[in-house]
């Protein structure tokens, strides 16, 4: 489990196709710390450390995940949003957030307003349903405040901190976002067509 808090930012260092995707990415802190088979949640995709070096990572990646995210937009050098996994008694800063992302969400404007960027998303339909007014989202891995809704499309804020801290200053209208809905809204909607 993650909060939606990006505490580094990574960088593709290499793509390689070995059955899954082997994706190595840098880190600006030591991976002393980081034993294999640990969690890293990679632009939101939760992903299984499966080799070491002393400023990076690897880990493979499904086709399964390939498809329903935005890794296939992956290329090397590539700005990626780090963040590792809860530990019980971590301050939860952002919102409970699992890395098994549910889709992409296309950025389709974004404005200054204020001393922020108001940004606004096109999610497809079938995830849609789940994105409410105040609620919260993940978007590649970071925890946001859902400000409106209207049909698919939803905004958010990125304040100049988040911009500053990740790799939220990099977008440009058209790019891809991985986008995990919030687990209770998931869950509440799977009772009620139950109870349907």
């Not at 096109?122 to 946001?144: D, E, M, Q, W």
């Not at 209207?150 to 790799?167: D, L, M, R, S, W």
């Not at 790019?175 to 349907?196: H, I, K, M």
Request: charge should be negative; include cysteine.
């Amino acid at each position: 489990m993650f909060t939606g808090i990006i505490t580094d930012i990574g960088r593709v260092l290499a793509l390689e196709q070995r059955g899954d995707l082997r994706v190595r990415i840098s880190t600006s802190s030591t991976t002393g710390g980081i034993d294999m088979g640990t969690s890293i949640a990679c632009d939101g995709i939760c992903l299984t450390v499966v080799a070491l070096g002393r400023d990076w990572f690897a880990a493979d990646i499904s086709a399964e995940t390939v498809a329903r995210t935005n890794v296939g937009d992956w290329a090397l050098g590539r700005g990626v949003n780090l963040e590792r996994a809860l530990k019980v008694g971590d301050e939860l800063g952002g919102h409970i957030v699992s890395g098994h992302v549910d889709g992409v969400a296309e950025l389709i404007s974004l404005a200054d307003a204020g001393g922020s960027t108001r940004m606004r998303f096109r999610a497809p339909r079938t995830l849609a349903r789940f994105i409410a007014p105040k609620g919260s989202v993940a978007l590649n891995g970071t925890s946001l405040t859902v400000n409106e809704v209207k049909g698919t499309e939803f905004g958010v804020n990125i304040i100049p901190h988040t911009k500053a801290v990740t790799t939220w200053g990099n977008l440009t209208p058209g790019d891809c976002v991985n986008l995990e809905n919030d687990t209770l809204a998931r869950y509440v909607a799977r009772l009620q067509e139950w109870n349907g």
